[in-house]
């Protein structure tokens, strides 16, 4: 390999691995301020957690040998990452790649159930989870499984139309928001829910952490482009470029598009849409950064900018507690881009005349992982129900989740022990 790719390969990692601070940042700010350290610690808890259980077994189940039925591979086949030590290969340079997808995928769930949830129930759930829905569906649509390509593994006319998921839309972004989805009904509702105003206490660090993850998601984009053997400046030079300006038109479409409901909606255009339309788009185009235009880009964010600016509001008419939008940018912002690709693609879609094959694919590949990530997160959720329990006490909630699991509180100030005593 090229120096300067390893290189590269390791940044877009640690660029990818500073997302989930970022994210802590972007959630810490949306919620009430006896909630942020809780939020926070959610994330940096998903990092302890998911980067040992990756090493041990996940890499393993992701992209080891032996596959189980297509779905996952064998979880001892290089449990530890003891062969690759012994080997001596650029190995690493995947699972150190790959490591920081798992734990950015796992830590976004966490906003759907802020405020209520105990943090031994958190730190449970996450190994349960990965093992069961995030290293299969890795290994079904990148590591050579039941979604990867076109070599048999999808039956009938799907054979001619490979899947495309550039970097994550299905096996992160889809993942997450229906776990999401899960826990918040499983779960239930804030106390006050629906009945009282529960603004975000600090949109500074919410803007913070939007900028952060936008920064962030060129690793995430960018770093998911796999070099040929023959011409590597050349290839990435273009796809690499081009993988940069889809990821950046959609954000910034992305934007515009949110801003713009809301100012048709509610009159005024907000910081928190801004946020907010910045990783819709974000959201959406990672999956289909390396397949379109972009024209086509630029398309796919205003439309993922707009449709998801009117799913958060969902929750209020299906009462369903989604405390950040989980649901509402990572679910259907997932959605949107996984099929757009089966319509804006330049190769394979239907609006540059190549049929119906990829799209329909492209469907049948998110409704799988729709399903596949649904069951898999309420088994673990009623596991870790009926074991732990979910839900702090009641009255810990109101007094703030922070002071309860924590003992913390991430503002001082006016107290008996602050500089303004």
């Known amino acids: 390999m090229d120096i300067g790719l390893i290189a590269w390969v390791l940044v877009c990692s640690a660029l990818v691995l500073l997302m989930t601070p970022g994210l802590a940042l972007f959630y810490g700010g949306m919620t009430r301020s006896k909630s942020v350290l809780n939020m926070m610690m959610m994330s940096f808890g998903a990092m302890g957690v998911v980067a040992v259980v990756y090493v041990l077994w996940g890499y393993s189940m992701s992209y080891g040998g032996d596959d189980v039925g297509l779905l996952f591979a064998n979880p001892f086949d290089v449990f530890g990452l ?28 966490s906003g759907a159930i802020a405020d209520r949830v105990k ?53 992160v972004h889809i993942n997450a928001g229906v776990a999401g989805l899960v826990l918040a009904l499983l779960i239930g509702r804030r106390l006050g829910f629906g009945r009282e105003p529960m603004k ?8 913070l952490g939007a900028g952060l993850l936008w920064f962030g998601w060129y690793g995430f984009n960018v770093g998911s482009f796999i070099a ?17 300006v889809n990821t950046t038109v959609a954000a910034s479409a992305a934007i515009l598009g949110w801003l713009i409901i809301e100012k048709l ?22 999956p289909a950064c390396g397949a379109l235009s972009p024209i086509g880009s630029i398309i796919l964010g205003l439309v993922s900018g707009v449709l998801c600016s009117l799913a958060v509001g969902l929750k209020y008419r ?17 959605l949107v881009g996984t099929v757009a690709i089966g319509f804006l693609a330049t190769d394979g879609g239907l609006f540059y005349g190549d049929g119906l094959a990829l799209l329909v694919t492209q469907v049948v590949v998110a409704l799988f992982a729709v399903l596949w990530s649904g069951v898999a997160t309420l088994i673990v959720g009623l596991i870790v129900k009926f074991t732990l329990g979910w839900r702090i006490a009641d009255e810990d909630e109101v007094a703030g989740i922070d002071s309860t699991e924590h003992g913390e509180s991430a503002y001082e100030l006016g107290s008996s022990k602050g500089v303004l005593a």
């Open 82 to 109: 003891t062969d690759i030590v012994d080997s001596g290969t650029a190995d690493f340079l995947t699972v150190a790649f790959q490591m920081t997808f798992a734990i950015i995928t796992a830590a976004l769930i």
């Open 119 to 171: 943090f031994s129930a958190w730190m449970l759930f996450l190994p349960l989870w990965v093992t069961l829905s995030y290293f299969p569906l890795a290994h079904m649509v990148w590591g050579g499984g039941f979604l990867s390509d076109a070599d048999g593994a999808l039956p009938g006319f799907f054979s001619d139309a490979v899947p495309v998921d550039y970097a994550g839309g299905t096996v």
């Open 200 to 207: 975000p206490h600090n949109l500074t660090l919410t803007m």
């Open 228 to 244: 040929p053997e023959e011409g590597i400046a050349e290839a990435f030079a273009y796809e690499g470029g081009l993988v940069w």
């Open 265 to 286: 909606r509610d009159g005024t255009a907000t910081s928190l849409g801004a946020a907010s339309g910045v990783v819709a788009g974000l959201v959406a185009i990672t």
């Open 318 to 334: 299906f009462r369903y507690d989604d405390s950040l939008d989980v649901v509402g940018v990572h679910l259907v912002g997932g």
